[in-house]
């Protein structure tokens, strides 16, 4: 079983502050990718990943996947309000199927 | 644009009912899937389908069937409900294995 470990689970900060949600897995990714959600909706893609050493940014957001291709990482600058929401990243194992495997998500909430 | 497009939005059965969980896609995807989401452990794949006329069990398919009969609609099936069951399901369509889901909004289910 291909197992994907998100950490840190819950997130609390203050509006302005800094923060990195981080994405691990014991077996290498094809591509990973990285949904926002807020309550009552479904998940919205960030981003996709798919080349070992990639960095991609998307306003404050940077998506960062590892070398090895097995861990991600997503650093928000100068977090808002409107950051808040539940983040979750999907790991793809296997092209052939198209399966993605969830982590287990990360609640931040930013305070103002 | 409707996208993807789950019916019903929340249900309560008692433990032993069954029911249909219905999920429409209109972007022409080949691919896909039915999750369930529990606080704490992301989205785990239920089963999915690759194409119109075929289905495959993902992480936790017991208690579940599924049918593609046509391409635009995947629908999840519980035989006899269980409390156990008890979760909010998503359904998400892809154009290709590897690409981006789209989301629908959702349906929460509890059984009592």
């Known amino acids: 079983t291909q197992l994907l470990e998100q950490s840190p689970q819950f997130l609390s900060i203050q509006e302005g502050e800094n923060l990195t949600v981080y994405c691990n897995s014991s077996?290498?990714?094809?591509?990973l990718q990285w949904y926002r959600q807020e309550p009552g909706e479904g998940p919205v893609l960030l981003v996709t990943?798919?080349?070992?050493?990639e960095v991609k940014k998307l306003k404050r957001l940077t998506f960062q996947f590892g070398d090895a291709r097995k861990d991600s990482s997503l650093h928000i600058t100068a977090a808002q309000p409107g950051d808040t929401g539940l983040y979750l990243c999907a790991g793809s194992f296997s092209s052939n199927t198209g399966k993605l495997i969830f982590g287990q998500g990360t609640t931040l909430q930013v305070k103002p | 644009n409707a996208g993807v497009t789950q019916t019903p939005k929340f249900r309560v059965l008692k433990t032993g009912q069954s029911m249909t969980l219905l999920c429409a896609q209109d972007m022409n995807h080949e691919y896909m899937y039915w999750y369930r989401q529990d606080p704490g452990m992301g989205l785990r794949l239920i089963h999915y389908s690759v194409g119109e006329g075929t289905t495959a069990k993902g992480e936790v398919p017991d208690g579940y069937n599924v049918s593609r009969l046509k391409k635009q609609n995947f629908l999840l099936g519980l035989e006899s409900a269980a409390p156990s069951q008890t979760s909010v399901y998503f359904c998400?369509?892809?154009?290709?294995?590897?690409?981006?889901?789209?989301f629908g909004n959702g349906t929460r289910l509890t059984v009592t």
């Open positions: 077996s290498v990714f094809s591509s």
């Open positions: 998400a369509s892809s154009y290709s294995s590897g690409s981006p889901l789209h």
């Open positions: 990943v798919v080349t070992g050493g």
